[in-house]
C-alpha cells in the first residue's frame, strides 16, 4: 500500500494479563506516546497455559489487548520498555506497520 | 508476504464513540462495501481524554472499534467519507494491508 | 518496516461465528501452532446477513475473532484447513504480516 495522503506508523498491540495491563500503559505514556485502546473480553492461548477472559472470581486472570500507534521515532523505546515485561509474563506483542490520517495526533 | 493464493485488501480499523458508530456503518455502506465487523468492549485514550467502554449509565461514551476489508477501487470513496467525521470527533483510523482467500466477498 | 530485531511472522485473523470457533482451534492445532488470542463481544455483517454478538439466548449466533501468529512454514497447513471452513460457513479471514520479538514462542 502506497498511500501518498496517509502516514505510515508503527502498530504495536499487545495482549498480556489483566494485572499487568497498567504496566503497559505506563511504558506507552513513558515512550512518549499519548494514546491507546484497550480490548476486553480477550482469551487465549499461549506457552503458559489458558488464559480465560472475563473471569468472575478472579479478574486478574483476565487478558486484555492494548493497541497503540507510534511514530517510527518512539518505536524503540516502547519496545525496549515492553520486553522485559513481556519476557517476565506470558504477553505477547505484535508490531505491524499502519497508516493513519492525522499523524499529528499520534505525536 | 507474496501469496498468490490471497488477494491483497485494505483493512480499516475505526475506533470512535459509540454513538459515531452508525454514521461510520453508513459510510462503509455508502462506500459500496457490504461487510463490516465491530467490536465493543473498547476503552482508551486519545488527546481528547479518556473513554472508558462499557459505561452503564451512559452509552453514547463507549468506544467501538468497527473493521471492514474493501478492495482498492473502494478506499478513497471510504476515507473520503471517513475524514471528516474523524476529524470532527475523538475518533482514530488505523488503514493497513491485509489478504483474504475469498475477494469476491468482499466486493 | 524492516527492524532487524523481530522477527517478521503471518497473522491470522478469523471472524466467525461462536459456535464454529472449537473447529477453528482445532485447525490452529492440527497445524501445529500453540497459541491464540480470542476476542468476544463482536458483531458484524457480511453477505449472509446480520450477526449480532452477545446474545443472550442464543449463545450460538455470536460472533468471535480468533487471533493466531505463525511461522511461514506453517502457514499453508493452516489455511488449508480454514478454506473449506470458511466456504461452509459465514467466516472469513484476514492475513496479514506482523513482527514479533519471541519468535520462538511462536512455532
Known amino acids: 500500500m502506497n498511500r501518498t495522503d496517509l502516514t505510515r506508523m508503527t502498530k504495536v ?7 499487568d ?5 505506563d511504558l506507552i505514556r513513558d515512550a512518549g506516546d499519548t494514546g491507546w485502546t484497550s480490548v476486553s473480553g480477550i482469551s487465549g492461548l499461549g506457552h503458559h ?3 480465560q477472559g472475563r473471569l468472575l472470581f478472579n479478574q486478574q486472570a483476565t487478558l486484555e489487548m492494548i493497541i497503540t500507534v507510534v511514530p517510527d521515532d518512539k ?3 516502547l ?3 515492553l520486553r522485559p515485561l513481556l519476557a517476565a509474563t506470558s504477553g505477547v506483542m505484535f508490531v505491524s506497520d499502519t497508516w493513519v490520517s492525522r499523524p499529528t495526533y499520534f505525536t
Open 75 to 77: 518505536v524503540d523505546a
Open 21 to 25: 495491563a497498567p504496566t503497559v500503559l
Open 13 to 19: 498491540e499487545v495482549i498480556i494479563v489483566g494485572a
Open 79 to 81: 519496545l525496549a520498555g
Open 49 to 51: 497455559g489458558h488464559h
